[in-house]
């Protein structure tokens, strides 16, 4: 068994040994979960953030695709009210 103290700021240091096999290192988010007269801990995982190429297709389309000259005028006018919207 593996011992460590907590510091009077409720810091505590895992030992190295305990770091290697569970594949922990700096900086990394950790999970405390009560379990009986123990506690548990895991690894929180980064959400992993979409890319515009993830994002690509999702939405139904028919037809050739649009240029960005044919769709300016539409984001020009979008704009214009949302700058609207936020001014007042």
Known sequence: ???????????????????GICNW???MTIAFVAKGDG???KPVLAKKRDTIDDLSGILPCSGPPKTLD???????VAMAERRARTST
């Open 1 to 19: 068994m593996t011992a460590a103290k907590v510091s009077t700021k409720g810091q505590l240091v895992v030992p190295p040994e305990l770091r």
């Open 25 to 27: 290192s700096a900086g």
């Open 39 to 41: 506690v548990k801990t």
């Open 70 to 76: 044919v769709m300016q005028p539409g984001v020009d």
